[in-house]
């Protein structure tokens, strides 16, 4: 079941991408793509902040930073009103995709 569920992401990421971006976008950056926007609704498009300084934008964070709150979110070491459960869902491999692609992302 999961797999048609990242392909239906992978879809819709891509039909928000310019039409130039499609050939260009490899299936492992648009894999990263469709991950990162799941975050998009509190951290904003792309890893960039929104309004709310209580939620930071994800762009340029290093990696190893990105992960290690992740993972504290998960095991509860760092307490969030929602962040806890959303890492919770998220397996290691996909952490390491998206700590990739928003260190990759300019602040």
């Known amino acids: 079941m999961r797999a048609p569920a990242t392909a239906f992401l992978i879809f819709i990421v891509a039909l928000g991408s310019p039409p130039g971006a499609w050939a260009a976008d490899s299936p492992a950056a648009l894999y990263r793509q469709a991950l990162a926007a799941t975050c998009a609704n509190c951290h904003g498009t792309n890893g960039q902040p929104i309004a709310q300084p209580a939620v930071p934008g994800l762009a340029g964070t290093p990696v190893n930073y990105f992960k290690e709150q992740m993972q504290a979110f ?32 300019p602040r």
Do not use: P, W
């Open 74 to 105: 998960k095991t509860g070491q760092r307490t969030a009103t929602v962040m806890h459960q959303i890492a919770k869902g998220f397996s290691e491999a996909q952490i390491d995709e998206l700590a990739a692609y928003f260190a990759t992302l």
